[in-house]
């Protein structure tokens, strides 16, 4: 088999039944915005080989996501500036297209000679309808690829799991499967013919019509460079103390790979390669590997598996009881969203915290937790804070609208993926964190005098 066909086939789903028809290959890129590691754009281009056609990758960007600020959409579209380039030294063209993604989508492929459309797997409902949607519109054969997990999401499990304990060992034994090498892509030998538009960066940025009041964040590189400069950095100065100081907020010990994760900017399956190679299995980099893998993956699988995963109803039975036992306790202190936005509440900790995301776009791991949980205490009732803490994580983190996002809060306010604990008032049985046991798990003081604003 040429190097092209080395994708495994089962990270391919085909989305319609349509026979495969003649023209030009198209990938719409959405996840996962890269060109190396990317077996969406691999498998488009050995459809185009085979076929001696054009290829082009289309990306349809969406006046408005999920409450993207112009925080979430620089950062996108910086890192897209650099797919664009790259593409361009491959001849393989690319193509942005603005307005409701699905509709852009279809009327393209009509324009255009197209006869096979590759997306990339993605189980948030808004994308799933967008796939849908074009799946069962156009005449041709439509091919999802899962390049965003290492083991494919709709591999891993066919049901929404309970837990780390449950999908672990189902990923761990298909791991071996599926972690292999990338192929390059290399020069596409048959141009795209109709005339394409080269990317304006700052045209597109300063057009779209999205909140400006959520800046950028400054001193980050978005895209495949600043990924890969995240990653050696993290495995040189970071992966052999990830274990010890991870769960600490007043230490780097985190990646920080989240938001280049998020926009597909690095290859997850790439970071385990490259973590796997530098260090002997430590423990700290199996702890690593814990998160990137199963903690990632189990949150795809939560959300592809419930359709409710932003909701109460998408907590598990025991939650739903224990929250509806406890809805009227009386409440020590109630926030509004907008309280909570400004950090006006009585937690100096909370607070810090909350600035720090609004002002850094980041909050550390540890802190998330109990951030959200938090929220659910001060809020008039679990629909509520589940609203706030989404509305507030997605405006104000750079990785955020993400499935890792809402199977967190969705942990930390219903017990997803965890277990009963002691009963108490307003959390019921779902797991407590307070201020002392942050006291105890790290230096809080020095924390709120360095963080605090
Ligand atoms: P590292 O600890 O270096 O981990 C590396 C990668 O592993 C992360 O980038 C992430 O992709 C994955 N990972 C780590 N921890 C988790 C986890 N608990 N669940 C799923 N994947 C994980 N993550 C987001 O990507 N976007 C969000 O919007 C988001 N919101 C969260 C909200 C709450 C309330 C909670 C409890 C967690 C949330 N997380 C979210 C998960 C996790 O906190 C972040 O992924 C992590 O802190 C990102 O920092 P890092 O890349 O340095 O993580
Ligand atoms: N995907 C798109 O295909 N088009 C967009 O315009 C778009 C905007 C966007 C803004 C913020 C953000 O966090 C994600 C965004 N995405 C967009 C989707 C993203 O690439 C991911 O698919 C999901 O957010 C994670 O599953």
């Known amino acids: 088999m040429s190097s092209h066909n080395s994708i495994h086939p089962l990270r391919i789903t085909c989305r319609n039944q349509i026979p495969e028809a003649s023209g030009a290959v198209i990938y719409w890129m959405s996840r996962d915005q890269r060109v190396a590691d990317n077996w969406a754009l691999l498998h488009a281009q050995s459809l185009a080989l085979e076929r001696q056609a054009p290829l082009a990758v289309v990306f349809t960007l969406a006046d408005s996501f999920l409450g993207a600020t112009l925080r979430q959409f620089g950062f996108m579209l910086r890192g897209l500036a650099g797919v664009a380039e790259r593409l361009k030294e491959l001849d393989v063209s690319f193509i942005l297209l603005r307005g409701n993604p699905p509709d852009e989508?279809?009327?393209?492929?009509?324009?255009?000679?197209?006869?096979?459309?590759?997306?990339?797997?993605?189980?948030?409902?808004?994308?799933?309808?967008?796939?849908?949607?074009?799946?069962?519109?156009?005449?041709?054969?439509?091919?999802?690829?899962?390049?965003?997990?290492?083991?494919?999401?709709?591999?891993a499990s066919?049901?929404?799991?309970?837990?780390?304990?449950?999908?672990?060992?189902?990923?761990?034994?298909?791991?071996?499967?599926?972690?292999?090498?990338?192929?390059?892509?290399?020069?596409?030998?048959?141009?795209?013919?109709?005339?394409v538009n080269d990317f304006d960066l700052e045209a597109t940025l300063s057009s779209i019509p999205v909140d400006r009041s959520v800046g950028e964040i400054g001193g980050l590189t978005p895209g495949e460079q600043g990924g890969r400069a995240r990653l050696h950095d993290f495995i040189n100065n970071g992966l052999a103390l990830y274990e010890a100081e991870r769960n600490d907020p007043c230490r780097h010990g985190q990646s920080g790979l989240s938001p280049w994760l998020h926009f597909g900017q690095i290859s997850a399956q790439r970071v385990v390669l490259e973590v796997s190679r530098h260090l002997s299995i430590s423990s700290s980099t199996e702890a690593f590997l814990e998160e990137l893998i199963v903690r990632r993956e189990l949150a795809d699988n939560f959300c592809l598996h419930n359709s409710s995963y932003d909701r109460v109803a998408g907590f598990p039975e025991w939650a739903q009881?224990?929250?509806?036992?406890?809805?009227?306790?009386?409440?020590?202190?109630?926030?509004?969203?907008?309280?909570?936005?400004?950090?006006?509440?009585?937690?100096?900790?909370?607070?810090?915290?909350?600035?720090?995301?609004?002002?850094?776009?980041?909050?550390?791991?540890?802190?998330?937790?109990?951030?959200?949980?938090?929220?659910?205490?001060?809020?008039?009732?679990?629909?509520?804070?589940?609203?706030?803490?989404?509305?507030?994580?997605?405006?104000?983190?750079?990785?955020?609208?993400?499935?890792?996002?809402?199977?967190?809060?969705?942990?930390?306010?219903?017990?997803?993926?965890?277990?009963?604990?002691?009963?108490?008032?307003?959390?019921?049985?779902?797991?407590?964190?307070?201020?002392?046991?942050?006291?105890?798990?790290?230096?809080?003081?020095?924390?709120?005098?360095?963080?605090?604003?």
């Open 321 to 453: 009881r224990t929250i509806a036992e406890h809805r009227h306790d009386p409440r020590e202190y109630l926030y509004s969203p907008e309280q909570l936005q400004t950090a006006q509440t009585h937690d100096p900790l909370w607070n810090t915290a909350q600035l720090t995301m609004v002002n850094t776009g980041t909050m550390h791991g540890y802190l998330r937790m109990y951030w959200a949980k938090k929220i659910l205490e001060w809020s008039p009732s679990p629909e509520d804070a589940m609203s706030a803490a989404i509305m507030l994580n997605d405006r104000y983190q750079l990785d955020g609208r993400d499935p890792n996002g809402y199977a967190g809060i969705a942990w930390s306010i219903g017990g997803v993926h965890d277990r009963a604990w002691g009963e108490r008032p307003v959390f019921g049985k779902i797991r407590y964190m307070n201020y002392k046991g942050c006291l105890r798990k790290f230096n809080v003081a020095e924390y709120i005098s360095r963080h605090g604003s």
């Open 105 to 155: 989508i279809c009327r393209f492929i009509q324009q255009h000679n197209v006869g096979v459309l590759v997306t990339d797997f993605d189980p948030l409902r808004i994308k799933r309808s967008w796939h849908d949607q074009v799946a069962r519109s156009v005449p041709i054969p439509c091919m999802e690829v899962d390049t965003h997990n290492v083991v494919p999401c709709r591999i």
């Open 158 to 195: 066919n049901r929404q799991e309970y837990g780390a304990y449950t999908i672990r060992p189902k990923i761990h034994r298909l791991l071996p499967d599926f972690l292999d090498a990338f192929p390059p892509v290399v020069q596409h030998p048959f141009p795209w013919t109709a005339p």
